[in-house]
């Protein structure tokens, strides 16, 4: 009986190793076949496939939205259909408005469920499954940051959507990551001028902060452009992501002797605590003989409309605004406005450009090779995107351009005029030493994709 | 003489019944085949079958507890995120070879659980939960928020080119030339198929584990408990022991998917821990068929499935299939079909969810087996039924 079970075990165990040697097989074959060429290669499969990966469930899914829209019409813009949006404004230009490298584009779509883990699945859904040659999109820095570590193992280029962070670019940043968003660093030197002016050199500062790592990196960016002016810090305080309500952590500002209080918040958790700061009675207060006031460093349309009548007057910076002047952001105003019927938000312009300016890198290059496409990006100076003159800096990958600092608007004529540009911080200014925060960027050479 | 005892001791060990032999087999089969019969439904490529077989382990693990005691563990995620980082740790620390990672994954999300258990064990049904949710979510804030030299929070904590790997340096394998180093094991590099299939096999020992747990008489203890823990202790059981012991080995399966997660994808993030992911391992075991042995399996593969493959379908995909019906038809179908697929994936997932909790109370399993019931009644009785019609009439 013992015998006989114990050929069984065998037979399982001979089986499994069996068929486990025989299946990999062909996968090892392919992988050879592959080793001519780069991971995706539209050369090879015929097709050129972008893959887009947003939030489209979860906290962040409106602003993900949002961005999926920029993507679509991207790629409708490069495809030659719709007016051809900032193609006709972005100089110098190679794309023709007919595909890249004269072949149309498709794409495939992914929820990144505003989580890391999502976002790298459905990053490698869309590298292993769908055969996309470029990935883009994120809400958050955690996606962005994982999906660009990613992108390198894998030697995809990954080109980031909306993240704030220093890391991204910083002690994070990679060859194959690229963002077009500005950071937590340019904001606190962007606002620091206008809450001077506005505000005065003798404040004191008390910080709310969300306790996670784009928290962190804003509350220390905007203290030290604060401390900078004369300005003093009389707290920073962590709150939890994701909290509800923050009277236990209002409470203690008003008895603090601070003047100032500086949200460090961000979607869900900002649309919360703006609110209940001013219906605290925070802005109707006198402090050290000034008027309280609260700052909000990082700004955005969609939390200013969350918040409501709070964000009246309240000061903060902004990636791109839709009612800017100049010909890139009419452009873009237009199309987007035919195509969806509301102005698009900066998370929306944040795609729009990283796609194109993806495309428009390798119909420069001449090919979809990775090193090459990253190359024609590395240090690429370009204007008409809606942001200046703009240059994407070879070091960290960072794209260097004036940043807007805004305020919420007193009177809004509609519920899309929420924000004031009050000003914008040129590029020189905003430009920093990509050495102060680490990181590397490693190998140009690409993987292979198993 | 005693060699023959020892032998056939030893050979018990491994003994299962032959019915258990058999869905061994079948099951094997089924796992290693996964890159064929996946490729008709869209999900066969590497990233999405690790993922099959890892949280298939995972809900393995799960069931060993929730199903054979009935204690429902809130806070199994926690475990999957302590396995995770352990493991990334030993590929910074020691060396990329992936097996000491999953050893110390295992070891260490055994030692939380040991712990965790001890405290929530005292008390049963809904307090258990909560104090498992409790623990759960303060493993998730540590990591976050508190712990980030240790766990890097939201950003996650990765694989760097300059981390020290004492083991590698001191066996002189070099890091591979200019990229981050990648997991290997034995020499071979884990990614793509190899991964998939190292992660396959560890599957199939997981569900023999499980299976040997369920038939034997440590299994049948807890079967006990689940049924009537009174009765148990009135009849000289000691049912704490026993309790702590399925909840460990529960907590270690965690960190064994844990580990297999950092070893196939080198990055451990907090949101692995977070309440909706314990949450997701109790929807697997319910969707599939709780105490059953191969119920959870499915339970987890249909779950990813619906995450990773249902979240990608959009109204451009649903317009392709759709072509070949007339325009206002087609206009139609992808109209209502786009509203259950794409961003709605968990509307889906909630209805599927729902029927089956109201309809078939064992899950997916049990809807299976029906089938099958209902199948046989067909072939064999029908001269029988063919009978009693003559007879009525």
């Known amino acids: 009986m013992s015998k006989l079970v114990m050929n069984r075990r065998k037979l399982i165990r001979t089986l499994g190793i069996g068929g486990a040697t025989a299946l990999a097989a062909p996968s090892f074959f392919t992988r050879g076949a592959w080793a001519q060429q780069f991971c995706n290669s539209p050369e090879v499969s015929g097709k050129i496939i972008f893959g887009f990966n947003v939030p489209q469930t979860g906290s962040y899914a409106e602003e993900g939205m949002e961005q999926l829209n920029g993507y679509m019409l991207a790629v409708k813009h490069i495809n030659g259909e719709g007016d051809g949006g900032l193609l006709n404004t972005l100089k110098p230009v190679a794309l023709k408005g007919n595909g890249v490298l004269g072949r149309k584009v498709e794409f495939v779509t992914g929820d990144t469920q505003t989580n890391t883990d999502a976002a790298r699945d459905g990053a490698r859904r869309m590298i292993e499954r769908d055969g996309a040659v470029m990935v883009t999109g994120s809400v958050t820095s955690g996606e962005a940051i994982a999906q660009q570590s990613l992108a390198q193992e894998m030697g995809v280029i990954?080109?980031?959507?909306?993240?704030?962070?220093?890391?991204?670019?910083?002690?994070?940043?990679?060859?194959?990551?690229?963002?077009?968003?500005?950071?937590?660093?340019?904001?606190?030197?962007?606002?620091?001028?206008?809450?001077?002016?506005?505000?005065?050199?003798?404040?004191?500062?008390?910080?709310?902060?969300?306790?996670?790592?784009?928290?962190?990196?804003?509350?220390?960016?905007?203290?030290?452009?604060?401390?900078?002016?004369?300005?003093?810090?009389?707290?920073?305080?962590?709150?939890?992501?994701?909290?509800?309500?923050?009277?236990?952590?209002?409470?203690?500002?008003?008895?603090?002797?601070?003047?100032?209080?500086?949200?460090?918040?961000?979607?869900?958790?900002?649309?919360?605590?703006?609110?209940?700061?001013?219906?605290?009675?925070?802005?109707?207060?006198?402090?050290?003989?000034?008027?309280?006031?609260?700052?909000?460093?990082?700004?955005?349309?969609?939390?200013?409309?969350?918040?409501?009548?709070?964000v009246r007057g309240i000061i903060g910076t902004s990636n791109w605004q839709w009612s800017l002047e100049d010909e890139g952001t009419k452009?873009?105003?237009?199309?987007?406005?035919?195509?969806?019927?509301?102005?698009?938000?900066?998370?929306?312009?944040?795609?729009y450009v990283q796609a194109i300016l993806y495309a428009d890198a390798v119909e420069r290059a001449g090919t979809f090779y990775p090193p090459e496409v990253i190359k024609a990006l590395e240090g690429f100076e370009f204007d008409g995107m809606g942001n200046g003159p703009t240059l994407y800096r070879a070091e960290d990958h960072q794209c260097m351009k004036e940043v807007l600092v805004v305020r919420g608007n007193e009177n809004p004529a509609s519920r899309f005029e929420v924000l004031d540009v009050i000003g914008k911080t040129p590029r020189e200014e905003v430009t920093y030493d990509p050495a102060i925060f680490g990181g590397e960027l490693g190998p140009y050479e690409p993987n292979q994709c198993a | 003489m005693n060699t023959l005892i020892r032998q056939s001791g030893l050979s018990r060990l491994f003994d299962l019944s032959r019915r258990d032999v058999i869905t061994l087999l079948i099951f094997a089969a089924v796992v290693l085949t996964m890159p064929i019969w996946l490729a008709p439904l869209g999900a066969a490529y590497p990233g999405l079958m690790q993922k099959f077989a890892i949280y298939a382990i995972f809900a393995i693990g799960?069931?060993?507890?929730?199903?054979?005691?009935?204690?429902?563990?809130?806070?199994?995620?926690?475990?999957?995120?302590?396995?995770?980082?352990?493991?990334?740790?030993?590929?910074?620390?020691?060396?990329?070879?992936?097996?000491?990672?999953?050893?110390?994954?295992?070891?260490?999300?055994?030692?939380?659980?040991?712990?965790?258990?001890?405290?929530?064990l005292r008390r049963s049904g809904i307090y258990f939960s909560i104090l498992t949710l409790a623990f759960a979510q303060m493993c998730y804030s540590l990591a976050y928020s508190v712990l980030t030299p240790i766990t890097q929070g939201e950003t996650g904590l990765l694989v760097a080119r300059g981390d020290p790997r004492v083991l590698d340096t001191m066996l002189g394998v070099q890091a591979q030339t200019g990229g981050v180093p990648q997991p290997s094991m034995l020499g071979t590099t884990i990614t793509g198929y190899t991964g998939f299939y190292v992660c396959a096999v560890v599957l199939i020992l997981a569900f023999y584990v499980s299976q040997k747990i369920f038939a034997s008489p440590f299994g049948m203890a807890l079967r006990g408990i689940k049924s009537n823990q009174t009765r148990m202790v009135y009849t000289g059981f000691n049912t704490k022991p026993y309790m702590l012991a399925a909840f460990?080995?529960?907590?270690?399966?965690?960190?064994?998917?844990?580990?297999?997660?950092?070893?196939?994808?080198?990055?451990?993030?907090?949101?692995?821990?977070?309440?909706?992911?314990?949450?997701?391992?109790?929807?697997?075991?319910?969707?599939?068929?709780?105490?059953?042995?191969?119920?959870?399996?499915?339970?987890?593969?249909?779950?990813?499935?619906?995450?990773?493959?249902?979240?990608?379908?959009?109204?451009?995909?649903?317009?392709?299939?759709?072509?070949?019906?007339?325009?206002?038809?087609q206009g139609v179908f992808v109209t209502v079909l786009s509203k259950f697929v794409g961003?709605?994936?968990?509307?889906?997932?909630?209805?599927?969810?729902?029927?089956?909790?109201?309809?078939?109370p064992g899950g997916l399993l049990e809807g299976s087996q029906r089938l099958a019931a209902r199948f046989r009644r067909k072939k064999q009785p029908q001269r029988r039924e063919l009978r009693q019609m003559e007879a009525g009439e």
């Open chain 2, 248 to 329: 460990v080995i529960s907590g270690m399966f965690a960190g064994l998917a844990g580990g297999l997660l950092a070893a196939t994808d080198p990055i451990a993030g907090a949101e692995r821990m977070r309440w909706t992911e314990s949450g997701n391992v109790v929807l697997m075991t319910i969707l599939g068929g709780v105490g059953t042995v191969i119920g959870p399996v499915i339970g987890a593969w249909v779950i990813k499935y619906f995450e990773n493959i249902f979240s990608a379908i959009n109204t451009g995909t649903l317009n392709e299939w759709f072509a070949f019906l007339p325009d206002g038809l």
């Open chain 1, 331 to 351: 452009a873009f105003t237009k199309s987007y406005g035919e195509a969806y019927g509301a102005p698009p938000s900066q998370s929306a312009h944040t795609g």
């Open chain 2, 62 to 120: 799960f069931n060993i507890l929730f199903g054979l005691t009935g204690y429902l563990s809130f806070g199994h995620a926690a475990f999957l995120g302590v396995g995770s980082y352990t493991a990334v740790w030993s590929f910074k620390l020691l060396t990329m070879d992936i097996l000491p990672a999953i050893l110390f994954a295992i070891v260490v999300s055994g030692v939380f659980a040991l712990v965790i258990g001890y405290f929530s």
């Open chain 2, 343 to 360: 961003e709605g994936w968990h509307l889906t997932l909630g209805l599927l969810f729902v029927l089956i909790v109201v309809f078939l």
């Open chain 1, 158 to 310: 990954y080109m980031s959507g909306l993240t704030h962070s220093n890391d991204t670019t910083g002690k994070d940043k990679r060859r194959y990551g690229f963002r077009h968003f500005f950071m937590a660093h340019q904001s606190g030197i962007a606002i620091a001028p206008f809450l001077a002016q506005e505000y005065g050199t003798d404040r004191r500062a008390y910080h709310l902060t969300a306790d996670y790592t784009w928290g962190w990196t804003q509350e220390e960016s905007i203290k030290a452009a604060t401390e900078a002016l004369g300005w003093e810090t009389v707290a920073t305080i962590r709150t939890p992501l994701g909290l509800g309500d923050y009277s236990q952590y209002l409470t203690p500002v008003l008895n603090s002797g601070a003047d100032v209080l500086i949200l460090n918040h961000y979607g869900h958790d900002m649309v919360n605590s703006l609110p209940q700061a001013v219906q605290f009675g925070l802005r109707d207060r006198q402090a050290n003989g000034k008027n309280f006031e609260i700052v909000v460093p990082m700004f955005s349309e969609l939390m200013a409309v969350g918040a409501g009548d709070a």
